[in-house]
Each structure stands twice: as structure tokens, then as C-alpha cells.
């Protein structure tokens, strides 16, 4: 317990030096964890883990706390199995979606729900999103889209989650190109609105 008390105080000092506020700043901090750590049965030493990840990525120390919480409700389901893992995927949805850490939750209880019905797991849908996101959401798709994309593929081909993505990031960006976009409307696929605007990534993918 003692080795346990020296590698948690050391976690909070690394957070301290990201964060720039001092120990005394950070107890609402210490209190979260402690109360997620006894409410999830999640280690103390792993959440403060996650929440000097989420710290890095800018997030102030309430939208940290908010975001920890919803993480450390995964611990509970059976489809997340690194909370780790988990928390990277939780700051590429944050950073590519841009929905806020107010429906973090929820987005990572829609990984969840697909993952217990559907032949995929919530890593696979982690790892996708965290290589293919952004140049999805850029298309004009939402996490919601690409979630059912990803998981139609991958319950199709059972191909592994980095070759899936690779191929739907290469897809996407080819999508956006002029000569792409010419080719494709001349064999009479709708690429365009009335407007000339290129229309969303899984309408274009309706078309195909």
C-alpha cells in the first residue's frame, strides 16, 4: 500500500507539471479519483493515468474530471478492455467530433451498445476512430456514421481494424479530390449537391 501511495503521489505530481496548478490546486482532482476508484473498482494509479492524458490535450480541470468519469464507467463494460487504450480513442473522438466531453458518455456508450450486439469489438471501433476520424468527420461524417460504417465492414470482411481504416482513410481523402469528384459524376455517381458543394462521405458511399 505504501508502494501504491508513493506511485499515486508521483502521478499527481506529473499531472501538477502538465497542468501547471499546484498539489493543493488539484485536490477536487484527488477527490474524483478516489470516488471513481472505489465507485468503479478502477485503480487509483491508472485514473490518474488517463486524466494526465486528458490533461495534455488542453482539456481544463473540470471538462478532466467530467471526461475521467466517463471513462472510468467503461471499466464496468464488458466490451472496453484497457481503459488506456480507451482513453486515447476518447481524446481523438473529443478532438476529430468536436461534441464536447458533455456527450463523451454517450458516444462511448454507442461504441458500447454496437460492440455488445454486433460482430466488433469497442478496441476495433477505438482504433478506427483514432486513424480514420478525422478525415471522415472533414467528409462531413459524424462519429454516429462512421460507427456503422466501420462495423459493416468489419462484420463483412472480419479484416483487422487497422487494414479497414487504412482503406476507409484512403477512400475518404481520394473522395474529396477534383479529378476523383470529376470521375465519379461521369460515370453518374452524385458527388454534388445543386449547390456545388460536395456532399457528405457516407451519402457519397450510398451512391457507389
Do not use: C, W, Y
Not at 141 to 153: C, H, P
Not at 158 to 176: D, K
Not at 192 to 208: C, F, K, Q
Amino acid at each position: 500500500s505504501v508502494g501504491d501511495a508513493i506511485a499515486f503521489q508521483r502521478e499527481l505530481v506529473k499531472i501538477s507539471q502538465v497542468t501547471g496548478k499546484s498539489l493543493g490546486q488539484l485536490k477536487s482532482l484527488t477527490k474524483t479519483v478516489t470516488h471513481l476508484a472505489t465507485s468503479f473498482g478502477v485503480a487509483s494509479k491508472e485514473l490518474l493515468g488517463v486524466a494526465r492524458v486528458l490533461a495534455q490535450t488542453g482539456l481544463s480541470a473540470r471538462e478532466t474530471e467530467v471526461a475521467m468519469s466517463a471513462l472510468a464507467k467503461t471499466a464496468l463494460a464488458p466490451t472496453f478492455d484497457d481503459i488506456n487504450k480507451t482513453a486515447e480513442g476518447a481524446v481523438a473522438i473529443l478532438r476529430q467530433f468536436g461534441q464536447g466531453v458533455g456527450q463523451l458518455e454517450a458516444q462511448l456508450g454507442s461504441i458500447n451498445a454496437v460492440a455488445k450486439k454486433l460482430a466488433v469489438e469497442s478496441s476495433d471501433i477505438i482504433t478506427a476512430v483514432r486513424r480514420t476520424g478525422g478525415v471522415f468527420q472533414a467528409a462531413g461524417g459524424t462519429l454516429e456514421e462512421f460507427i456503422a460504417l466501420f462495423t459493416s465492414v468489419r462484420a463483412t470482411t472480419r479484416e483487422t481494424a487497422e487494414t479497414i481504416a487504412t482503406g476507409l482513410r484512403t477512400i475518404f481523402t481520394r473522395i474529396q479530390r477534383g479529378t476523383t469528384i470529376k470521375r465519379l459524376e461521369e460515370l453518374g455517381i452524385a458527388v454534388r449537391n445543386v449547390h456545388g458543394d460536395t456532399l457528405p462521405a457516407i451519402r457519397v458511399l450510398e451512391s457507389l
